[in-house]
């Protein structure tokens, strides 16, 4: 049942306030993180959709675009990129209510941040991270749940199933099937699958098109971008940790976009005894560092520790330093955060390691 959150409540008082609150409002706004992906947009649209036809006036506004292989969710064309314009503000400013998804945080909320902060209506959190923020009126919030997208269901549940026609049912199907990389993930449970089967249902989706239609759009770029990233895979601490880098320069030579990289880090924990996947994406400000871990090794405050967070088993940070010490800083802080005495010894970074680095296009 419910586990976090500092408000003692019980789990119906809170699910039943959310929703009066909902069903009261009129104008609603709904937001989500910067580079969102599929649960933050799939949350996004399936609340957007169910509230427009339940009559309300919604503006969904989010600090980047969406990424381009979830353009054909319906509704996707309504979401705005806020640009800090007087309309925009405007429309933060006049709403009665604002909705957070998949964020607990306002760094993460981006350029809109600061009016959804400071607004002086209430703010509800739907949101399956650790460590939320306290400026929240209303949360509800679990950190076992599989995505974002499966507390939203259980708003539904609470309000009204019929609510879920088709709209809905295929951002809320795509959201899970995102956030549990295609119903594989630990929290992927019995009531999980009969949820999404409810969804199915109610949607009359069609499973094999909805995974088509997100993972199979890739361009000969992004595969071949894919293919150099592979081969940059170094394996650390006896094989328990395995790091992989996407360069500037290699980005730029495949000439796809760095949002066809969604995904690529999971790659790593496929190698048998691999419990921990870092990627290190290099940018112009700096490094941003992907953390992914499977079974009992938690990566949320190894990523914390240098500003970012997440899930246990899913986060990142932004480190602001090159490629090489971003990758040097990360791999000598692992022993504080998993335990890597049951296998090998600290190898760190080798000067072998090193040297290919260097080889890939990595400045030191
Ligand atoms: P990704 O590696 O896909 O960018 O992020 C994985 C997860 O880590 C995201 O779902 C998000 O929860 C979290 N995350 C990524 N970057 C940051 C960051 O800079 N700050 C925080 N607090 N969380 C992050
Ligand atoms: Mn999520």
Do not use: C
Request: negative net charge; charged residues 25%; aromatic residues 8%.
């Amino acid at each position: 049942m419910f586990n976090g959150g500092s408000i003692v409540r019980t789990y119906e008082d809170m699910i039943g306030e959310i929703v009066s609150a909902l069903e009261e409002a009129n104008r609603v706004v709904i937001t989500t993180h910067t580079r969102p992906d599929g649960d933050a947009i799939g949350s996004q649209l399936a609340l957007g959709n169910y509230l427009s036809s339940k009559g309300k006036k919604v503006s969904m506004i989010n600090s980047d675009p969406s990424p381009y292989n979830l353009e054909w969710l319906p509704g996707s064309e309504k979401i705005i990129v806020y640009d800090g314009s007087l309309e925009h503000v405007d429309m933060i400013a006049s709403a009665d209510l604002i909705v957070v998804l998949d964020t607990n945080n306002k760094m993460r909320l981006g350029k809109p941040g600061d009016s959804i902060k400071e607004a002086s209506v209430p703010r509800i959190l739907i949101d399956h991270h650790t460590d939320p923020e306290n400026w929240f009126d209303l949360m509800w919030r679990r950190e076992s749940a599989s995505s974002t997208a499966e507390l939203l269901y259980e708003i539904f549940a609470d309000w009204d199933l019929d609510g879920i026609d088709s709209a809905v049912a295929a951002p809320l199907y795509v959201a899970i099937m995102t956030d549990t990389g295609s119903f594989r993930f630990s929290n992927v449970t019995p009531a999980l699958h009969r949820m999404v089967g409810d969804i199915v249902e109610r949607g009359n989706l069609d499973p094999a098109q909805m995974y088509a239609e997100v993972y199979e759009k890739r361009s000969v770029e992004g595969l071949r971008l894919m293919s150099t990233v592979l081969s940059t895979m170094q394996l650390h601490f006896g094989g328990l940790v395995g790091s992989m880098v996407i360069s500037k320069r290699s980005l730029k030579d495949s000439g796809a976009s760095i949002e066809e990289s969604d995904g690529f880090v999971n790659n790593i924990l496929s190698i048998e005894g691999v419990k921990v996947g870092l990627m290190f994406t290099e940018t112009e400000r700096g490094t941003k560092v992907s953390f992914r871990s499977k079974e009992d090794y938690q990566v949320h405050k190894w990523a914390q520790s240098f500003g970012g967070g997440g899930h246990r088993n899913a986060s990142g940070a932004f480190i602001k330093a090159d490629l090489d010490s971003a990758i040097k800083r990360t791999i000598a802080a692992a022993s504080k955060f998993i335990d890597i005495t049951t296998s090998g010894q600290d190898e760190g970074i080798s000067d072998e390691d090193a040297d290919y680095l260097s080889m890939l296009g990595v400045q030191n």
